[in-house]
């Protein structure tokens, strides 16, 4: 048996029933982007997965609705090693972002109102190529919208938790003073200002809260980013 790495792409090979939605995944397939070592309490691995394009375009709504409404990801995905078994075959990871847009347009943007309909402006840019990340679309849109600075504060719990000390913490009060870029899949980038010491730092925009009333511009389009990710998971 092939050897199940970062990258792999597995099937899960027998009845697997997800707790939350009731769906059975039997079938499905995912891209191996981390691997959770056995403990005495799991002995098997614990893989974390991302669904492929064929997978997603084959998924019940009913599944991405539940999913979405039980604030669990549908586009991605944790099973112990011994539920699945590796295929040779290749992922695009264009490929499978766009066809996530697909569903996005279809199921969520309808359901957002006016950040619905800013996510239709973002992806009528006709200057992009057609095999561009679906990220690029948005940052090159907030680039050219967003009013800089902007003030907020970090939300980022998971860093808080982590073992290495973290200078910028969750709450801390921060200036957004441009784009940086992005990178798939944090998201976009931004350039900010700590205002307890003035340090500077690069943090997805995702993480970034409390940006306003959502009166302003900055602030619906800020919105609407957010709920874009959201929506992805």
Wanted: hydrophobic residues 35%.
């Amino acid at each position: 048996m092939n050897k199940i790495c970062i990258g792999t792409i597995v099937q899960v090979k027998e009845t697997f029933i997800d707790e939350t939605t009731g769906q059975n995944i039997a079938g499905w397939k995912g891209r191996v982007r981390l691997i959770f070592d056995p403990t005495a309490e799991q002995p098997d691995a614990i893989l974390f997965m991302e669904w492929t394009a064929e997978t997603i375009r084959q998924m019940p709504d009913s599944f991405i609705l539940r999913s979405y409404e039980s604030e669990a990801a549908w586009t991605v995905y944790y099973l112990p090693s011994s539920e699945v078994v590796p295929l040779a075959e290749s992922h695009s990871e264009i490929e499978s972002e766009w066809t996530k847009e697909a569903v996005c347009r279809r199921i969520f943007w309808p359901l957002f109102g006016r950040e619905g309909r800013i996510m239709e402006n973002v992806f009528k840019n006709d200057e992009l190529p057609a095999d561009e990340f679906p990220l690029r679309y948005w940052y090159e849109f907030l680039r050219k919208n967003l009013t800089f600075p902007i003030k907020g504060s970090y939300d980022n719990p998971e860093e808080d938790d982590g073992e290495e000390e973290n200078p910028l913490q969750t709450g801390d009060r921060i200036r957004l003073t441009d784009l940086s870029g992005w990178g798939y899949p944090l998201g976009v980038l931004c350039e900010c200002e700590a205002a307890k010491d003035n340090r500077k730092y690069i943090v997805p925009l995702q993480d970034i809260d409390n940006v306003g009333t959502g009166v302003s511009k900055n602030d619906r389009y800020l919105v609407a980013y957010n709920l874009w990710m959201i929506c992805r998971n």
